[in-house]
């Protein structure tokens, strides 16, 4: 029998070719829909969208007394209120608001004085109240393509009503062990026996990535044998490893079945350990042959195969750690606890680790999905200030952070969906948001907290958007603007406009509610700039003190009834089934830092921002108008 000479191919350039090959052929994560419930390390195959809100009523966040805020106001310590039975309720923690009821005080504030309580300190609206869509508002996208869920997502996805889940369907892979001279474990080997122990390892190796083994019997080196096994294996199974028999021996006939089922690509790859290594396929059905000594058969699986069952599994397979990072602003915490708080973790313009603390609210379960990190904060620790070095324990790999896009600004949909493209475009990108308002965005880019920020603010004198902020805060430049969109912003009513309202100067007619966004959100500039054309103060918008963070939590606030009208995106309320009234169109834009503009990150995030497919997701929303 003539035998052919291995190949001596670069690892790089055939593991890339590899890929490209089987991606060419279809290789791609099959799917399956399963119950949330039973969904925990699985991979979304698609973005997870939240049906309702959560909470889907409001409650009270504390044990005390729900009433209306206006009939505490003037309440002083030297002055107390005096409430009569009638015009408070009695509530527990969790308890739905009664009817007329707009704020919560503290049982600790509540003074009984016969039936009646005094109060020594005014209520403002909607304090103490898990107010509805708090932690996630119906149409939000929970998770995007390509993530793993959680046990903290399960939650979220129960809270927002999700109850299946379409996930990567685990691929099969068939483990093939081959030899006259291997046999199953024993504890009496006879001499020359050879104990088979590489498919166990393999079998682990491969349910740590998230696939299932099939380890088939052992198979002689006898052609027809194992070419036999190899058509069957192929047949049953996702994707083929077939174990020894992969050299040039005498007996070593992996590289003819692999060639008699499919094709084979490199027969011997420039590692050592792990040369005598076959890539080939069947389709789109990757087969691998690995050499017998095991921990050349591990440096193969390693380096080789990973990659292939991270498209199949849709997993980016990388481990955790613990790391040193600077704290983006103060964290403050009280002295009785030691306490755990969630965190995002990105990189600096110097490339020093920043951890920005998420909300430490109890309900809300999203921060968890959000976050890459948790911060232990000791006992009898104060907290700390901002710029101070913590240790932060990664709930994602550290090779995820060192690749995270750092976005903080101005909430929109859009960006979420920029993510969702980028995830399905490549598994690897990782981008952290953060809704803080556009001004949150301007001095999180002066800090170096971020590499990009969304902004849209309003400059009230000439009209035009964003221009003057950067020239004001930026006087020596070092950022760049890039064009987002445009899109409409206007008067958020329910539907059917039952209160009647035409203009934002109806909002200060009696009986109407308004919910806000807050401060430093562009949003709130422009509330704040049609109050003065309006010739109105922040005293003629009841609840113009309630604050949001993004347009879909005050579109869930209008379509719950608990507030009449709110400003926001015409996406927004389109999502709600809320009537809109225009009032202005706008520019949201991204801010730069100069030093991030070329990095690899915010070119791919730009170049889906700018993509036909963008263009179409946010035709489908609708209120946007994208630039030439």
């Not at 606890?337 to 973790?345: D, I, K, N, S, T």
């Not at 020596?476 to 969109?485: D, F, P, Q, T, W």
């Not at 209160?499 to 109407?512: C, P």
Request: glycine share 10%; hydrophobic share 40%; charged share 25%.
């Amino acid at each position: 029998m003539k035998y052919e000479y291995l190949t001596n191919e670069d690892l790089a350039v055939a593991v890339e070719s590899y890929i490209a090959v089987l991606k060419s052929g279809g290789l791609a994560p099959k799917t399956e829909t399963v119950p949330v419930a039973e969904a925990a390390g699985r991979i979304t195959a698609h973005a997870v969208y939240a049906h309702i809100c959560a909470p889907h009523y409001n409650a009270s966040a504390m044990d005390g007394i729900a009433l209306m805020a206006s009939v505490t106001f003037g309440a002083t310590e030297t002055t107390p209120v005096r409430l009569t039975e009638d015009q408070f309720i009695q509530v527990d923690t969790g308890d739905p608001m009664p009817e007329i009821t707009d704020a919560v005080v503290m049982i600790e504030d509540v003074i009984r004085d016969g039936d009646d309580v005094l109060l020594y300190t005014a209520a403002v609206p909607w304090q103490h109240v898990r107010q509805i869509g708090e932690d996630v508002c119906a149409g939000d996208m929970i998770l995007p393509s390509y993530t793993e869920i959680t046990p903290a997502a399960l939650g979220a996805m129960l809270a927002g009503g999700v109850l299946e889940v379409d996930v990567v369907k685990a691929p099969v892979v068939g483990i093939i062990p081959t030899g006259d001279e291997i046999v199953p474990p024993c504890t009496d080997p006879a001499p020359g026996d050879i104990i088979e122990f590489n498919s166990t390892i393999f079998s682990g190796i491969l349910q740590s990535w998230g696939a299932v083994p099939r380890v088939y019997p052992i198979v002689k080196d006898i052609k027809e044998d194992i070419i036999s096994a190899m058509e069957k294996a192929v047949a049953e199974c996702d994707a083929v490893l077939i174990n020894a028999g992969s050299s040039a021996g005498r007996d070593d006939y992996s590289s003819l079945a692999v060639s008699t089922v499919g094709r084979v690509l490199y027969h011997g790859i420039a590692i050592k350990p792990g040369k005598p290594a076959i890539l080939g396929y069947a389709d789109a059905k990757p087969i691998l042959g690995v050499p017998g000594y095991p921990v050349s058969g591990i440096i193969v699986l390693d380096q080789i195969f990973r990659p292939v069952v991270e498209i199949m599994t849709g997993r980016n397979l990388h481990r955790q750690t613990v790391i040193k990072a600077s704290l983006g602003r103060v964290m403050l915490s009280p002295l009785k606890y030691r306490e755990f708080v969630r965190a995002r973790v990105g990189l600096d313009e110097n490339g020093n680790y920043i951890a920005t603390p998420l909300n430490r609210g109890a309900g809300v379960v999203t921060s968890f999905v959000k976050a890459d990190g948790i911060i232990d904060i000791p006992q009898d620790c104060e907290g700390y200030e901002a710029g101070d070095t913590v240790d932060v324990t990664l709930l994602r790999p550290k090779a995820d952070i060192d690749n995270t896009l750092t976005i903080i600004g101005s909430h929109d949909p859009l960006i979420d969906e920029v993510i969702d493209v980028l995830k399905i475009e490549n598994i690897d990108s990782v981008v952290s948001s953060s809704h803080v308002g556009s001004m949150g965005a301007i001095m999180a880019i002066k800090r170096g907290e971020a590499q990009m920020g969304a902004i849209h603010l309003l400059d009230e004198e000439t009209g035009g958007y964003n221009d003057s902020y950067i020239a004001k805060y930026f006087p020596n430049g070092g950022v760049k603007l890039e064009k987002g969109v445009k899109r409409v912003q206007g008067i958020m009513v329910a539907k059917g406009n039952p209160k009647n309202i035409r203009s934002f100067a109806d909002l200060k007619k009696e009986g109407i509610s308004y919910v806000n966004r807050q401060k430093g959100a562009g949003t709130r500039i422009l509330c704040d700039f049609l109050l003065k054309q309006n010739g109105m103060s922040p005293s003629d918008l009841y609840g113009y003190e309630r604050e949001e963070f993004t347009h879909t939590s005050v579109a869930a606030q209008i379509a719950s009834g608990t507030a009449d009208a709110g400003l926001g995106i015409y996406s927004a309320a389109k999502t709600y089934d809320l009537d809109f009234i225009p009032v202005c169109n706008e520019e949201y834009d991204f801010l730069i830092d100069e030093k991030a503009f070329s990095d690899e990150k915010v070119q791919k995030f730009l170049s889906v921002l700018h993509s036909d497919e963008i263009k179409e997701r946010l035709k489908r929303m609708g209120g946007y108008e994208t630039w030439d």
